[in-house]
């Protein structure tokens, strides 16, 4: 795999490079990679993950989780059968 620039990212704290080589100082190692070199080749993962672009604001990282969790539908909105009758009902 091709090496890329370090990345901030500022919803991640400990992505900073500073912040990064820190940790790898305390736990011994001089690289990430060193963690995975127990992990027989053939369970490794040999591509780059499809993920998307980073989000550099809050923002629109935010709006994006929302865009997503909007997707999802709850009991309220539905009937909901999961409780076989053991669920809350309403007593006035």
């Known amino acids: 795999?091709?090496?890329?620039?370090?990345?901030?990212?500022?919803?991640?704290?400990?992505?900073?490079?500073?912040?990064?080589?820190?940790?790898?100082?305390?736990?011994?190692?001089?690289?990430?990679?060193?963690?995975?070199?127990?992990?027989?080749?053939?369970?490794?993962l040999n591509r780059r993950l499809d993920l998307p672009e980073p989000f550099f604001s809050e923002y629109d990282l935010r709006n994006h989780v929302e865009e997503i969790l909007a997707k999802n539908k709850t009991c309220k909105e539905y009937a909901n059968f999961l409780?076989?009758?053991?669920?809350?009902?309403f007593v006035p």
């Open 1 to 44: 795999m091709p090496k890329e620039k370090p990345r901030s990212y500022p919803y991640i704290p400990n992505s900073a490079p500073e912040v990064r080589a820190e940790m790898l100082r305390a736990i011994g190692i001089d690289n990430i990679d060193e963690l995975y070199q127990e992990i027989p080749k053939e369970l490794q």
């Open 83 to 89: 409780g076989s009758g053991c669920y809350q009902h």
